[in-house]
Nanobody, 128 residues
């Protein structure tokens, strides 16, 4: 089970840190990712991190503004978001790939089909 938290309302230019805590399984072996879905739009890849935290990947839309990290001792993955824009408004979901701890799979880090478990989402609203 994956549970996200940390969403909320923030003004343009502000920051938020999202958390996703896993229960059950062996978190330290999983690749983890963040996706988001804005109203009326398809789900979009945001960032991913390999099992050890060394391999990291970002979507171009958030590169330089977001930092993904993980604490395997706490079974938690984080997404620090800075310089937020109204277009970042979305429900943010974390996802776990329990079969591959590495990011380099045929579909790549942003392939939603590789992720087996998803959280319920946390809403981020950025006002202009």
């Amino acid at each position: 089970q994956l549970v996200e938290s940390g969403g909320g309302w923030v003004q343009t230019g502000g920051s938020l840190r999202l958390s996703c805590t896993a229960s059950g399984g062996t978190f330290g072996r999983y690749a983890m990712a963040w996706f988001r879905q804005a109203p009326g739009k398809e789900r979009e890849y945001v960032a991913a991190i390999g099992w050890s935290g060394v391999s990291i990947d970002y979507a171009d839309s958030v590169k330089g503004r977001c930092t993904i990290s993980r604490d395997n001792a706490k079974n938690t993955v984080y997404l620090q978001m800075n310089r937020l824009k109204p277009e970042d408004t979305a429900v943010y979901y974390c996802a776990a790939d329990v079969n591959f701890g590495y990011l380099k799979t045929p579909g790549g880090a942003g392939d939603s089909k590789r992720y087996d478990y998803w959280g319920q989402g946390t809403l981020v609203t950025v006002s202009s």
